[in-house]
């Protein structure tokens, strides 16, 4: 396996989750892990320590078992890039170029740099909204905190391959996995992530009124606020069990949501 070069410093991986987070979700947040860690053998037996510092290797076994999953369920499968990437680590260079070192311990920004590859199939496939292509990514756009150099630990590489193409909404939140990866920073193996008493699915992140899950089950942008940027401005009312229903002033329920590119509401029929 060929070792990944950083030519230059790449910005750093800046994981939605804060370090005070992640003490918080490590312990349970993997209660439903991907079924395909264990269908492409990336699981171990034993309890892992997802504070302990994770390894090159470790990192380009996930990225393998990722193509192998995005061969066997994506449409066009894992495509050239992702797999240029794979095969390159399988024909290392001859010596005297420098050696594999795939325990050496891990950098955000190699995580980052190789991870991109990832999403960018994901984005590409259609499993990642549109709304987010300028940053599909599970780490923030802001450079402001970046540090390429800051070791990566067994728990925040797990996260950023905390997906699943078959059981795509694992804690049952209302919100597949991809979008509470790069649109809300969420969990996507626990249906409340901050602990609050509130799912995931029914908080209002763009205060907006429509519920995170109703936004995503309607085609909704969850991060733009419809009461203030849409063309209409409704006011939404919801039924018992928290489904979006109707608008202001009407009874029945909505029965067609018309979206611009952005996700934002134009027309309600």
Do not use: C
């Amino acid at each position: 396996m060929q070792r990944i070069a950083i030519q230059k410093p790449f910005r750093a991986l800046a994981l939605r989750l804060s370090l005070a987070v992640w003490m918080l979700l490590l312990p349970s947040a993997w209660a439903v892990p991907p079924a395909w860690w264990s269908a492409r053998g990336v699981n171990q037996t034993g309890t892992a320590d997802d504070y302990a510092v994770a390894n090159v290797g470790q990192m380009k076994n996930l990225v393998r078992a990722a193509r192998d999953e995005f061969n066997a369920r994506l449409t066009g499968g894992a495509g050239s890039p992702l797999t240029s990437l794979v095969q390159s680590w399988l024909t290392p260079p001859a010596p005297p170029a420098p050696q594999p070192q795939d325990f050496a311990t891990l950098t955000q920004g190699q995580l980052k740099a190789t991870v991109k590859v990832v999403y960018d199939r994901l984005l590409a496939a259609g499993k990642i909204p549109p709304y987010v292509a300028a940053n599909p990514y599970p780490w923030s756009a802001s450079t402001a905190d970046d540090n390429s150099y800051t070791l990566v630990t067994l728990g925040q590489l797990k996260y950023v391959f905390d997906f699943d193409l078959v059981n795509t909404d694992r804690d049952g939140d209302g919100l597949p996995d991809l979008f509470e990866l790069v649109v809300f920073g969420t969990s996507p193996g626990l249906a409340d992530s901050d602990h609050n008493g509130i799912s995931d699915g029914i908080e209002d992140a763009d205060g907006d009124r429509i519920g995170n899950a109703d936004e995503v089950a309607f085609g909704l942008n969850p991060l733009g606020n419809d009461s203030n940027v849409s063309a209409r401005r409704e006011a939404f009312t919801y039924d018992r069990l928290g489904r979006l229903r109707s608008e202001q002033k009407q009874t029945a329920p909505v029965r067609r949501v018309s979206v611009d590119p952005e996700g934002n509401i134009t027309t309600i029929n």
